[in-house]
């Protein structure tokens, strides 16, 4: 189908490989085969989903003549630290509204985030949840009245506007099909602000993907998720009055996302430990742990039992590893000699 895209910055390191997981499908797989599109490769400091959205979001910032991104997350999150990147990489200012007290010693995502020159500032829980809107709203007359003009981006960058970078990305998962000999499938995703999900949703529509996408929820639950989805694309629809009319439905695996938001159990320590053994792959304990331990939880159940392909997407967030580096230890410990205990 012929779409008409907005334009778009390349930042990303596309296409992405879709690469067949031999030792997991052995491990997980009960005879499907498992394989991961690897979207933790589409830059280093970039790296991750969030820069497929960004590269839409930036062109908008510049084209309406901003010279600010404004966004919002908690002090790991992955956005922030791509978004600091991509402005310090086109001369943008960045400003990151970050839930959270700092602690002393940043890490992770954090820490690149100071690297890429972004101003941060930091809200308690409470008062980030009760006046994000005006914060946002705050800043940007602060750099109104110096004369700029700052872009407010929310949450993951999933808008109308983000929801572009996973459309786009269906049809190179499209040739991706084609190449791998991939006739039909299930795609699993993590799912947190929901734009990559609403993208790969609508995209797979769009451009006639033979695939049925799945969101792994990392907080809230299924009726959120399904209710973000629609209203995500609901905005798609009203910024871009020509695209075509497709009905879409939501679909997510609810159940994996254990004591809240970025708070990871032993399971999916244990199991992100083993995939980088087996495979080489690092996942993180707060979306891509989740939803891989949810993918192979629900291939055991038999939910994809009529199909023989599963993509897993890997959206990234290598960088949220370091951070929580404590809930691997016994577990490194128990399997790794060069630590000197087995
Ligand atoms: C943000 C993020 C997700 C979730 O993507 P959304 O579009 O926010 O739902 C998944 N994985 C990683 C590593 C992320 O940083």
């Known amino acids: 189908m012929a779409l008409a895209y907005p334009r778009k910055i390349d930042l990303a390191q596309t296409p992405t490989p879709l690469q067949h997981l031999e030792r997991a499908s052995a491990i997980w797989g009960r005879g499907h085969r498992l394989w991961v599109k690897r979207d933790d490769l589409t830059g280093s400091t970039l790296s991750g989903n969030k820069v497929r959205k960004l590269e839409f979001i930036a062109a908008h910032a510049i084209d309406n003549g901003c010279d600010t991104l404004i966004t919002c997350g908690g002090l790991q999150s992955n956005h922030c630290r791509a978004t600091a990147f991509v402005g310090a990489q086109l001369g943008l200012n960045v400003h990151l509204l970050l839930r959270g007290e700092p602690p002393s010693n940043a890490d992770?995502?954090?820490?690149?985030n100071y690297l890429a020159g972004a101003k941060v500032s930091c809200y308690p829980l409470k008062q980030y949840l009760s006046?994000?809107?005006?914060?946002?709203?705050k800043w940007q007359e602060h750099y109104a009245a110096q004369g700029g003009k700052a872009l407010a981006?929310?949450?993951?960058?999933?808008?109308?506007?983000?929801?572009?970078?996973?459309i786009a990305a269906c049809e190179e998962l499209r040739?991706?099909?084609?190449?791998?000999?991939?006739e039909q499938a299930h795609i699993v995703t993590a799912t947190g602000s929901g734009g990559t999900q609403t993208g790969l949703?609508?995209?797979?529509?769009?451009?006639?993907?033979?695939a049925t996408v799945w969101?792994?929820?990392?907080?809230?639950?299924?009726?959120?998720?399904v209710d973000k989805v629609a209203s995500d694309k609901e905005e798609w629809e009203q910024r871009y009055p020509g695209v075509p009319a497709v009905k879409v439905q939501a679909r997510v695996l609810d159940g994996?996302?254990?004591?809240?938001?970025?708070v990871a159990d032993e399971t999916v320590f244990a199991t992100i430990a083993e995939l980088g053994r087996l495979e080489g792959l690092v996942l993180d304990p707060v979306y891509t742990g989740k939803a891989f331990?949810?993918?192979?939880?629900?291939?055991?159940?038999?939910?994809?039992?009529?199909?023989?392909?599963?993509?897993?997407?890997?959206?990234?967030?290598?960088?949220?590893?370091?951070?929580q580096r404590a809930g691997f230890d016994g577990i490194l410990d128990a399997n790794n000699a060069l630590l000197g205990h087995s």
């Open 131 to 137: 006046d994000i809107d005006q914060l946002f709203g």
């Open 201 to 210: 949703t609508l995209g797979a529509a769009l451009h006639d993907l033979p």
């Open 215 to 225: 969101g792994v929820n990392v907080c809230d639950d299924a009726q959120y998720f």
């Open 153 to 166: 981006i929310p949450t993951g960058g999933s808008d109308g506007i983000g929801v572009w970078g996973y």
């Open 256 to 262: 994996y996302v254990g004591h809240g938001y970025g």
């Open 293 to 323: 331990v949810g993918m192979v939880t629900e291939i055991a159940a038999g939910r994809f039992k009529n199909c023989r392909d599963i993509v897993f997407v890997h959206t990234g967030g290598i960088f949220g590893v370091f951070p």
């Open 175 to 182: 040739e991706d099909f084609y190449a791998a000999g991939i």
């Open 108 to 112: 992770g995502n954090l820490f690149l």
